[in-house]
């Protein structure tokens, strides 16, 4: 599979435990899923206990900040790391029982690629197929659809390292596509890939969904997340902290987000804008003081009426309707962009 080679949704029938009906129409459940490291310091949990499940043929998306654990979770779900506890099934195998079954069934596309640079594409290709079983002639004939599928004509018979990124890319996911798996799974798909590149990305994921194979991605580029996923869960510290389609999360931080900047005088607006009837939540960052309201055509004015009569001088201002960055705001009390940009 395309970024690590793996040649071959958690069984919950234990005595007493039951096993829901939705569980096993499942592609993906889990329960109480953990993850543990070992380091100097003592124990590290990585993964706090994650609950989730994923339905046949959606892309679902698992959005976070570096380090908040959204990899070791793909990576337990492909079997590349085992879990310290808690139960999984994937792709209809029992994760801990039968993890020979879950990579027959699985693709895997990770950040930093498994391609050979220095041979073709199609070579690659027709390789990654050889190792799942296949015939030369089938191999050739899967590996030859594979580059017409996503357009790697022009590149496939060249060697790895000529490739752009995008080209490389679209190959990576060709080797987790090969096998025709049922879910495939994609670790940071666009990281590094220029705007265009991008795109042609989303548009091969969208493809993938619509011909009934399931995806499941991890990444942290909102636009990504909100143009892709037909559900999500955002992870952070470990923990899944909220679940559902974009449109629900964003739905649920009601009304207008306005943001206020004023220099020097954070405190001093919060303390005045969070007594005001017409603001649901207002949270501070510094001098910028974040305003949930019902309609900010309407508190824009009053807002800048209270802040005239106080004496506060407004440095900036704007107003949208709420993002996923506003949902990861509400729910783990910082920006995710901020977090991106400060590692």
Not at 155 to 184: F, N
Not at 273 to 296: C, I, K, M, N
Request: charged share 30%.
């Amino acid at each position: 599979m395309g970024g690590t080679r793996l040649a071959t949704t958690v069984s919950f029938s234990e005595p007493g435990s039951g096993v829901s009906e939705d569980e096993e129409q499942a592609v993906i459940a889990t329960r109480e899923l953990r993850r543990t490291f070992k380091s100097r310091r003592g124990a590290v949990e990585a993964v706090a206990g994650v609950t989730m499940e994923v339905r046949s043929g959606e892309i679902f998306g698992f959005l976070g900040p570096n380090g908040a654990g959204k990899t070791t979770t793909l990576r337990m779900l492909a079997t590349l790391l085992p879990p310290t506890s808690g139960e999984a099934r994937v792709a209809g195998c029992d994760l801990r029982r039968d993890p020979g079954g879950v990579r027959e069934r699985i693709g895997y596309v990770g950040q930093m690629g498994g391609s050979d640079p220095e041979i073709t594409g199609r070579h690659e290709l027709e390789f990654e197929a050889r190792l799942y079983g296949l015939g030369v002639r089938e191999a050739a004939r899967r590996s030859a659809e594979l580059v017409e599928a996503l357009e790697l004509e022009a590149c496939a018979d060249r060697k790895v390292k000529t490739y752009s990124g995008g080209q490389r890319r679209r190959l990576d996911m060709g080797l987790g596509l090969v096998h025709r798996p049922q879910l495939l799974f994609l670790d940071e798909p666009t990281t590094g890939l220029d705007p265009q590149s991008r795109a042609r990305m989303w548009v091969e994921v969208r493809k993938l969904r619509d011909s009934g194979t399931t995806v499941f991605l991890t990444t942290h580029y909102l636009e990504e997340a909100d143009a892709l996923c037909d559900r999500l869960a955002i992870i952070d510290h470990g923990q899944i902290v909220v679940e559902g389609t974009p449109d629900q999360l964003k739905r649920a931080v009601a009304g207008d987000v306005v943001t206020v900047g004023v220099a020097g005088a954070g405190q001093a607006v919060m303390d005045l804008v969070s007594r005001q009837p017409f603001v649901r939540e207002a949270t501070l960052d510094g001098d910028v003081v974040r305003l949930y309201v019902e309609r900010g055509e309407t508190a824009a004015p009053d807002l800048l009426r209270l802040l005239d009569a106080a004496g506060l001088e407004l440095t900036t201002l704007a107003m949208s309707r709420p993002s996923l960055d506003d949902v990861f705001l509400r729910q783990t009390g910082r920006s995710l962009r901020e977090s991106e940009a400060n590692p």
